[in-house]
Structures are given as structure tokens and as C-alpha cells.
């Protein structure tokens, strides 16, 4: 089974502050996936990442997938409250017959506050 | 707004009695998976299917089966709800498993009494 650790759990911040949020697995994955979710509503997706050392850059948020695939961060630059929510790394199993198979981190619950 | 629909949102059972999800997306997703959402236990797959007729377990399938004989709709039913299976259940699809990401229900929350 492979596991994808995600810290922090929780991140409690002022509006402004810079924040990392990093998942981290000893498995490869063939791509990694990060989600935001709101109260109440399902996991958007924010990014998919897909070759090793790859960065992406959404707005205020970059992404980064490591060089052996086995890891990435999220980084979120001047946070705002807009951006409070539960965000959520997920890597796709890189072979065998779980191929694809997407596993999710446990979250890491942002709060921004004004 | 295209997407993913799940109904209904909310649900009360009692434990011993039956129900169904209903999913519906329409984007011509070949890949539709059932998870729930439980706290301090992330996401977890219960079902999935790579096309139209074909479903698969994933990692928590027990108590629950599946059906996929329309391309746009995955059903996923509960035999006998029991209290174990109180959680919030989403349905996600997506164009492949690796390159897409997957589009997300709202969810549906669940409580067996």
C-alpha cells in the first residue's frame, strides 16, 4: 500500500504570510495531484504535475513535484483569506495492476485569518 | 454547469435498511470511483469503474456494491447500513488515471442510526 504523508495537518496564519504545504511518500508516483475542498462541498482540483523537478505555477500558488517523484509542496505566497479551505495531495500509482490508482493524503487544513 | 451530480446530499438510515447513490457526470468521463470521507482518515476508494459494465473493489468495499450500466452513471448501494458506513460520500470521474485529476460530486452525508 502506498502511503502519502502530508504536513502540516493544520496551518493557522495571517493574511500575507507565505506558507508550504509538503507531501511526502518513499513510493514514485506517476503524477501528483493537489485538491482544494470547502465545507460541505467535493475536492476541486488545483494542479496535476507529472515529470519530476516539474513546477507549476497557478497564481499566488506554485507547485513543485520532486525529481524522483516521490514527493511535492505547495507554496502560497501573500496568503489571503480566500485561500482558507482543506488542501489535499494525491499521487497516482505508477504501475502494476494499481496503475492510476490515485492516494490521497490526510489534508492539510489552512486557515487564514484577516 | 457541467460536471459531476450526486444525490441526494443528505440521508438518514436506520441500520438494517438500504439505500442507493446516485452519481451523474456529463463529460464522457470513461473512469468513475466512489470514496468516503471520514475525519482522520482521508479519502478512500470503495469502488471504481474504467468504463461502461465493468466496476472494480478499491481499498474499503465491504458493506457496499456497484453498478455501472450507463457510461454517465455510477450507482453505489448499501445492503444493510450500518452505523460504521455514517460518512460523507463523494463520486468522483475523470478522462484517464493519471494526467486529468478527477472531478469531484458534492458529496453526500451520510448517517445510520
Known amino acids: 500500500t502506498q502511503l502519502l504523508e502530508q504536513s502540516p495537518q493544520f496551518l493557522s496564519i495571517q493574511e500575507g504570510e507565505n506558507l508550504t504545504v509538503y507531501c511526502n511518500s518513499s513510493s514514485v508516483f506517476s503524477s501528483l495531484q493537489w485538491y482544494r475542498q470547502e465545507p460541505g462541498e467535493g475536492p476541486v482540483l488545483l494542479v496535476t504535475v507529472v515529470t519530476g523537478g516539474e513546477v507549476k505555477k497557478l497564481k499566488r500558488l506554485t507547485f513543485q513535484f520532486g525529481d524522483a517523484r516521490k514527493d511535492s509542496s505547495l507554496h502560497i505566497t501573500a496568503a489571503q483569506p480566500g485561500d482558507t479551505g482543506l488542501y489535499l495531495c494525491a499521487g497516482a500509482n505508477a504501475g502494476g495492476t494499481s496503475y492510476g490508482k490515485l492516494t490521497f493524503g490526510q489534508g492539510t487544513i489552512l486557515t487564514v485569518h484577516p | 454547469n457541467a460536471g459531476v451530480t450526486q444525490t441526494p446530499k443528505f440521508r438518514v438510515l436506520k441500520t438494517g435498511q438500504s439505500m442507493t447513490l446516485l452519481c451523474a457526470q456529463d463529460m464522457n468521463h470513461e473512469y468513475m470511483y466512489w470514496y468516503r470521507q471520514d475525519p482522520g482518515m482521508g479519502l478512500r476508494l470503495i469502488h471504481y469503474s474504467v468504463g461502461e459494465g465493468t466496476t472494480a473493489k478499491g481499498e474499503v468495499p465491504d458493506g457496499y456494491n456497484v453498478s455501472r450500466l450507463k457510461k454517465q452513471n455510477f450507482l453505489l448501494g448499501l445492503e444493510s447500513a450500518a452505523p460504521s458506513q455514517t460518512s460523507v460520500y463523494f463520486c468522483?470521474?475523470?478522462?484517464?488515471?493519471?494526467?486529468?485529476?478527477?472531478?469531484f460530486g458534492s458529496g453526500t452525508r451520510l448517517t445510520v442510526v
Open positions: 468522483a470521474s475523470s478522462w484517464d488515471r493519471v494526467h486529468y485529476g478527477y472531478t
